[in-house]
């Protein structure tokens, strides 16, 4: 029992310090919802271009990196990032309510150019917003490259990396990332379960 109450009153410390964190953010610009917990060593890099909805937590090591003042972050309200999650943007990323982003994923608009064999860092980059859907759960790991548009309820599977839009309700994984199969599938197969059962019932 000792343990327990251990246990619960370091939580609610960390959760106090987790709110006091926005409060600071908060302070230098950021347009943050109302309980907003933001783990221990989560950057906002120029954060009066990031805005971040209610109930929205982040874990310890989240970096939000805005490289310039004229990009957009917005972050629905209700969703988790998980620790070393990584969101690197320079024109526009958009992620929608009740998103689970797993630890150390990846999400960028942006890709340095490529032409001819001349230094890479001298090149520049090429940026491409991205969209990402509500009820959207991104595994550990995964990386969502410029231009992809992830719709609703999809799912990315850990370590995946998506090159390509990914329909609402679709289930993707692999290098680069292709459909597995859709949620609307394990819901058909659960009505036709039900269907049977029905009938035998009678």
Request: with cysteine; charged share 25%.
């Amino acid at each position: 029992m000792p343990f327990q109450l251990i246990f619960r009153c370091c939580s609610l410390l960390r959760l106090l310090c987790a709110r006091l964190r926005a409060v600071k953010f908060r302070a230098v610009g950021t347009k943050l919802g109302s309980k907003v917990s933001l783990g221990t060593a989560t950057r906002i890099d120029r954060p009066w271009t990031v805005e971040i909805g209610p109930r929205t937590t982040t874990e310890s090591d989240v970096w939000i990196k805005s490289e310039s003042d004229d990009a957009e972050i917005q972050i629905g309200s209700h969703c988790f990032l998980g620790r070393g999650c990584e969101i690197d943007v320079t024109e526009r990323v958009t992620i929608g309510n009740r998103v689970l982003i797993g630890p150390h994923s990846f999400i960028t608009d942006h890709n340095h150019q490529l032409n001819g064999i001349g230094p890479i860092s001298l090149q520049g980059c090429e940026s491409n917003p991205v969209s990402i859907g509500d009820d959207v759960w991104i595994g550990t790991g995964a990386t969502i490259l410029p231009g992809v548009k992830v719709g609703t309820g999809a799912v990315i599977a850990a370590g995946a990396v998506v090159t390509h839009d990914v329909d609402d309700l679709d289930i993707v994984g692999g290098v680069p990332a292709r459909h597995i199969r859709s949620r609307r599938d394990a819901d058909l197969a659960s009505d036709n379960t039900e269907v049977e059962q029905n009938q035998e019932a009678k």
